[in-house]
């Protein structure tokens, strides 16, 4: 029994699979006590643990320590790497991209093997462009859709308002509406700038995942949601490994 754990900026999600049959799959805060809780009683059996995470040193040595205590099977962090098959990494250091977005890259690789766009929309969105040969032409790192409205509750002391539907673009005529409409123009216009750049670089693809996922599909975006797409990628790297 293996367990796969994707462990962002927020919140956790894992999957738990046995011979490669998705047995659960759930999610938990990051810093829960018991962030498995769910499946508890299966982690005596888990024979191997493989972890994606961007989460501070602190939080994945808790992570570390807590799996230790419950299963059986090592366990294993996979970072962002030069390459993986043949997906080339764009940055000159690797260790400095995150592994969700390495991770996700080699999901979205795996599965279609052609040029792709990989949008991941959560605490940060994040944009990656790979061509048709494997090649990591580099992306884009914006500020989440929560990370915004936190940002105008606690540096602008006069706008006050209340998160709403980010869904409309026209002119707001209340505070509430101009800031959430406002967020949703932006979003739009990036969600223009990614179409713009998948048909400049000819590629085939758009793949989203995330947590802000179909907020960007309700706003027009035309793309494949995986919503497990790093853990898709995490599995595929540990079949690797296991096989090396």
Same mark, same amino acid.
């Given at each position: ?42 982690? #005596? $059996?888990?024979?191997? @643990?493989?972890?994606?995470?961007? %989460? ?7 992570? !570390?320590?807590? =799996? ?53 929309? #959560? $605490?940060?969105?994040? @944009?990656?462009?790979?061509?048709? %040969? ?7 790192? !914006?500020?989440? =859709? ?99």
């Amino acid at each position: 029994m293996r367990l796969l754990v994707d462990a962002g900026n927020t919140r956790m999600k894992w999957r738990l699979e046995s011979e490669g049959v998705i047995i659960h799959e759930g999610w938990s805060a990051l810093d829960m006590d018991a962030p498995f809780a769910d499946i508890d009683g299966y982690l #005596g $059996s888990v024979s191997r @643990v493989g972890v994606s995470t961007v %989460a501070p040193e602190e939080l994945r040595l808790r992570l !570390l320590s807590y =799996l230790d205590g419950k299963v059986a099977g090592p366990v294993h962090f996979y970072w962002a790497e030069d390459r993986r098959s043949s997906l080339q990494n764009s940055y000159m250091d690797a260790r400095t991209m995150g592994a969700d977005r390495w991770h996700g890259m080699y999901g979205a690789w795996k599965h279609y093997k052609c040029g792709c766009a990989v949008i991941d929309a #959560g $605490s940060a969105i994040t @944009v990656d462009y790979v061509d048709h %040969a494997g090649q990591h032409v580099g992306g884009y790192i !914006l500020p989440g =859709l929560k990370m915004m409205l936190r940002s105008l509750k606690n540096d602008a002391a006069r706008i006050a308002f209340e998160a709403g539907e980010v869904s409309r673009t026209k002119p707001g005529i209340s505070t509430a509406e101009c800031v959430n409409h406002g967020l949703s123009w932006l979003f739009q216009a990036m969600i223009d700038r990614v179409r713009k750049d998948v048909f400049e670089l000819n590629l085939s693809q758009t793949v989203l995942t995330g947590g802000d996922a179909e907020r960007l599909l309700a706003l027009g975006m035309t793309a494949a949601h995986h919503p497990s797409l790093v853990l898709d990628g995490l599995g595929y790297i540990d079949n690797e490994v296991c096989e090396e």
